[in-house]
Structures are given as C-alpha cells and as structure tokens.
C-alpha cells in the first residue's frame, strides 16, 4: 500500500549551484518516497534548461582558478575529502537508505566503495603525469603533458546514490575540471550531501554543482556548449541515446547500459559456494545491481543440486526495513518498479519456465517489498532471460556443456559482468580468456574492479571506448598535450623549408 502526502508538506529537496542551495523556479517537482513505507518524504526540484545554464556558468567560472589549482593543493585537499566522507559515512549510508530502500549494511558497503575510488584520486600527482625525453633530436627535448577538459557532466542512476557519482565526480575534478551532477530523481538527497561536505572540505564554490530533474535537464546537459564531457550510467536505451546526442553534439562520452548477467556453475563446482555466492549476487540490494546476478547457468549434472541448494537458501534471507540491522534485503526503489519486477513471475509459466519459489508471496502490506524469487528451466527466448528485470528474480537456465553455456554468454547483447564457478584451473583460464565480457570473475559472483582499475562492460553495456575510474578515467577527463622544446643559440639560427627531421 502506498500512501502520497502532498508536496508541500514534504521536505523540499532542490538544486546545488555555485556552492549553495537553489530552490527550483519550474513549478515542477517529483515525489521522492521511503521505499520501506511507501510514503511521500520529499519533493524534488525539477529543473528548467535556464537552471542547468545557470550550474553549468558557475562550473565555468570556476574553472579558469581550479585549473590553476597545484597538484600538490588538490592532492592535499582530497585526503580532506577523504577523511571527512570516512568519517561520516554511517550518516551518508542513512540518508541513501532512507531514499533507494537499500540495507544500512549494503548502503555503507556503497560508500565504501565510492570513498576508495576518492582514495585513488589522492594520488591524482603520480596519475596525471606525462613523459620526457631529453635530446630527442639535437638540442630538442619532447614532453607530454595532460590537461582538464573544462565543465564535465554526469548523469546518475538510482540504484547506487552515493558510489556511482563519487566514480565520476573525483577523477574529474582532481584532474582539475569542474563538475554539474544531474543525478536520479528518486534518490536525490546524497548528491546534495555529499556538496555540503565538498564545501566544508574547502572545495571551491562553482566547482561541484548539482542539478535535479527529469529529461529536461538531461537534454540541457547534453546539447549545452560549454559541457565538455557526459558519464553517463543507467539502462541501455537511455545510454545509447545519451551517447547519440552528447557525441553529436561534439563531446565526449561514456555511457555505461544494462546488462544480464550470467554466472556459469560447472560440474566440478562447490555446490553449497555457488549456491551461497548466487544468493548474493541475485538478491543483494534486492537486485537493483547492473552487477546482479540475474541467470546462473548450471552445466551438466550440477544443475538439479544447485536449484535445490538455492530453494533451501531463499527462506533465510531476511526481508525487511533498511534500517533494520536484522534486515538482509530491502524494498525495491518504487512501487512501479515493484509491480514491473513482479510482472515477470506472473508471466513465467506462460512461457515454460518453472516459478521454484514465488517472491509476490508473504510480502508486507506497506512498502515496495517483493521477496527473492527463483526461476527455473528458463530458455533463452523467453522474457525473463531476455530482458534486463533488475530485481530479486534470479533465473536457471541449464545446459549440457561448457561450450553451450560459453556461447550463451557471448551471444547476449550485454556484456557487462560474467561469472564462473569451477575447481579446475585451466577451464577458469580458458573461460577468461574467450568470454565476451569487459568484467570476469573467477568463484568471484560480482567482479566489480578495485579503483585503480577501470570499470566497464562490453557490447550494449557500453557506449564510447573508456571505462569508469582508474586509469581509463584519467585518460576520459583529460586530454593529451606533446610539447616539442629547444632553446638554440641565436647565433645558429637559419631559415629552413624542409620538413622538420630527427638527427
């Protein structure tokens, strides 16, 4: 059941511009709810394209003093940054909580996540470093340097508040950009604090910007002259007409889609392991992950052992509140959602798959709670394999080879994440070395990378040619400078036509 108090009476929730609160002028606004209750708590500021200018002017004019910003003063105040998030992340992972319905547990684990990408960023003066070479012809040094790009943008989903904005926000900034967040609309209020602790860190005003809204603000960032950059994460067709539009436009981007991901269980497997790690990764953060794992593809005999092991699991995972410490899994993010995610077990039978344990039952009155679901036999024509469900409704599909459940992998569109579960060594080689998927993991159910690697799928997983965070994220907000040097003696200087040679 779901109860909608009028806006007015709920917190008003609005923009960040020029290192301050903007109350929205539009008139327009979305309901922003306690998935746990399915009450109305605020009422988000949708954005105008002026609006957008208006962030996007302040990022400008803050660009010509945070470039000039020495290395050594950015570093220093990251490891600000850095300290005040660590230490306040209990409270951050409340408020993330509080809006996307995810448990407090899960929700620190988010900031942890972001707060190491953060970390990574202290060490933006060894990371932005360029290459010399002395006397690369005679009396002519080369040198490489890389600079900002100017204002970048990033436009965020709401399954991961806090972590996703902090994969785009520190590499760009500590490259010396200034940055216009325009992040979900169902779970604003991290991206507003995390700008109050960007200020009391000492980041200049104008620097970080956010601006809340729907597609109106999202079309503004897009076709704006001043953005340099969009990062861009959330389902595949949003991701291909961002990176459509933003590259017409002439900008960069990277745009991060959906996926399905599979994890392959072969006969060799430790059943309970595989069972356990299924678990997880199915309905962790009720399956709101583009890392979930959504189909397990059981090779051979293990397939019957491994339905069961799961079946046995799914009763202990405790549903409930976020903000309970009991609870295991919590609410989806609304109730739309909800009844969308429900929608695929209601149609299951129909296509010839087998409803193992039905998540619509014994589910709370209040709130957008739908429990763990398990599908089996499911084929790869169906829906419930097909399209991307992002909820707790993990599906079975078997097979009778490994090459069988290889192909199945390389030809999804997706190519986000993939798994394997496996005792023997050379198959987990073999597996990384021909699957068709920008992220792997070996008895590893979600192999999201640490941050000094780069994360990004594959396929219809991504739309532009670099990954999120680590190097790839340096090489995105900047851009490359060669620098060919001499400083002759006046007395050997002549006219020379020819093209220029190496001696």
């Given at each position: 059941?779901t109860?909608?108090?009028?806006a007015?009476?709920?917190?008003?929730?609005?923009?960040?511009?020029?290192?301050?609160?903007?109350?929205?002028?539009?008139?327009?606004?979305?309901?922003?709810?306690?998935?746990?209750?399915?009450?109305?708590?605020?009422?988000?500021d949708?954005?105008?394209?002026?609006?957008?200018?208006?962030?996007?002017?302040?990022?400008?004019?803050?660009?010509?003093?945070?470039?000039?910003?020495?290395?050594?003063?950015?570093?220093?105040?990251?490891?600000?940054?850095?300290?005040?998030?660590?230490?306040?992340?209990?409270?951050?992972?409340?408020?993330?909580?509080?809006?996307?319905?995810?448990?407090?547990?899960?929700?620190?684990?988010?900031?942890?996540?972001?707060?190491?990408?953060?970390?990574?960023?202290?060490?933006?003066?060894?990371?932005?470093?360029?290459?010399?070479?002395?006397?690369?012809?005679?009396?002519?040094?080369?040198?490489?340097?890389?600079?900002?790009?100017?204002?970048?943008?990033?436009?965020?989903?709401?399954?991961?508040?806090?972590?996703?904005?902090?994969?785009?926000?520190?590499?760009?900034?500590?490259?010396?950009?200034?940055?216009?967040?325009?992040?979900?609309?169902?779970?604003?209020?991290?991206?507003?604090?995390?700008?109050?602790?960007?200020?009391?860190?000492?980041?200049?005003?104008?620097?970080?910007?956010?601006?809340?809204?729907?597609?109106?603000?999202?079309?503004?960032?897009?076709?704006?002259?001043?953005?340099?950059?969009?990062?861009?994460?959330?389902?595949?067709?949003?991701?291909?007409?961002?990176?459509?539009?933003?590259?017409?436009?002439?900008?960069?981007?990277?745009?991060?889609?959906?996926?399905?991901n599979?994890?392959?269980?072969?006969?060799?497997?430790?059943?309970?392991?595989?069972?356990?790690?299924?678990?997880?990764?199915?309905?962790?953060?009720?399956?709101?992950?583009?890392?979930a794992?959504?189909?397990?593809?059981?090779?051979?005999?293990?397939?019957?052992?491994?339905?069961?092991?799961?079946?046995?699991?799914?009763?202990?995972?405790?549903?409930?509140?976020?903000?309970?410490?009991?609870?295991?899994m919590?609410?989806?993010?609304?109730?739309?959602?909800?009844?969308?995610?429900?929608?695929?077990?209601?149609?299951?039978?129909?296509?010839?798959?087998?409803?193992?344990?039905?998540?619509?039952?014994?589910?709370?009155?209040?709130?957008?709670?739908?429990?763990?679901?398990?599908?089996?036999?499911?084929?790869?024509?169906?829906?419930?394999?097909?399209?991307?469900?992002?909820?707790p409704?993990?599906?079975?599909?078997r097979?009778?080879t490994?090459?069988?459940?290889?192909r199945?992998?390389?030809?999804?569109?997706?190519?986000?994440?993939?798994?394997?579960?496996?005792?023997?060594?050379?198959?987990?080689?073999?597996?990384?070395?021909?699957?068709?998927?920008?992220?792997?993991?070996?008895?590893?159910?979600?192999?999201?990378?640490?941050?000094?690697?780069?994360?990004?799928g594959?396929?219809?997983?991504?739309?532009?040619?670099?990954?999120?965070?680590?190097?790839?994220?340096?090489?995105?907000?900047?851009?490359?400078?060669?620098?060919?040097?001499?400083?002759?003696?006046?007395?050997?200087?002549?006219?020379d036509?020819?093209?220029?040679?190496?001696?």
């Amino acid at each position: 059941m779901t109860e909608t108090v009028d806006a007015p009476s709920a917190t008003r929730i609005p923009h960040w511009i020029g290192g301050r609160r903007v109350e929205g002028g539009s008139g327009r606004s979305g309901p922003v709810y306690n998935p746990a209750t399915g009450r109305q708590t605020g009422a988000v500021d949708f954005a105008t394209a002026e609006e957008v200018d208006a962030a996007v002017q302040a990022a400008h004019s803050a660009f010509a003093g945070w470039r000039e910003t020495s290395l050594a003063k950015r570093a220093e105040l990251f490891f600000r940054i850095r300290e005040l998030l660590h230490a306040r992340r209990e409270e951050l992972a409340e408020v993330l909580t509080s809006e996307h319905g995810k448990v407090l547990s899960d929700a620190l684990g988010e900031v942890t996540r972001g707060l190491e990408v953060v970390e990574h960023c202290c060490g933006i003066p060894t990371l932005i470093k360029g290459e010399h070479s002395e006397q690369a012809s005679t009396g002519l040094d080369v040198y490489s340097i890389r600079q900002p790009l100017g204002v970048v943008a990033g436009i965020t989903p709401f399954n991961f508040p806090a972590m996703v904005p902090m994969w785009m926000w520190a590499p760009a900034i500590a490259c010396g950009n200034c940055f216009v967040l325009k992040p979900s609309e169902k779970d604003p209020s991290p991206s507003l604090w995390v700008a109050e602790l960007l200020k009391e860190a000492g980041l200049p005003d104008g620097v970080f910007n956010v601006v809340m809204g729907d597609r109106v603000a999202v079309d503004a960032l897009l076709e704006h002259p001043d953005v340099a950059a969009i990062s861009f994460v959330g389902s595949t067709p949003i991701a291909r007409y961002v990176y459509e539009k933003a590259t017409a436009s002439g900008k960069r981007c990277q745009a991060l889609g959906g996926a399905k991901n599979h994890m392959i269980v072969l006969p060799d497997a430790d059943v309970n392991a595989a069972a356990d790690a299924a678990i997880s990764a199915g309905y962790g953060s009720a399956g709101e992950r583009c890392m979930a794992v959504s189909m397990v593809v059981a090779v051979g005999d293990v397939a019957q052992p491994l339905v069961d092991a799961i079946r046995e699991r799914i009763p202990r995972v405790k549903v409930g509140d976020g903000m309970d410490p009991a609870s295991e899994m919590g609410p989806l993010v609304t109730a739309e959602h909800r009844d969308r995610v429900a929608s695929y077990l209601e149609n299951a039978p129909g296509e010839g798959a087998t409803v193992v344990v039905d998540g619509r039952e014994g589910v709370p009155e209040e709130g957008f709670f739908l429990n763990p679901s398990l599908l089996d036999d499911v084929t790869p024509e169906m829906k419930a394999y097909v399209d991307e469900i992002f909820g707790p409704v993990l599906g079975v599909t078997r097979v009778a080879t490994y090459e069988e459940a290889v192909r199945l992998v390389n030809e999804s569109p997706y190519g986000n994440g993939v798994a394997i579960f496996t005792r023997d060594g050379g198959a987990a080689r073999q597996f990384q070395f021909e699957v068709q998927a920008g992220m792997v993991g070996i008895n590893v159910p979600i192999p999201v990378p640490v941050a000094y690697y780069s994360f990004g799928g594959w396929k219809s997983s991504l739309f532009g040619d670099r990954h999120v965070y680590g190097p790839e994220a340096i090489d995105f907000y900047t851009r490359g400078k060669v620098v060919t040097s001499r400083w002759p003696d006046p007395a050997t200087s002549k006219i020379d036509l020819g093209f220029p040679q190496t001696r």
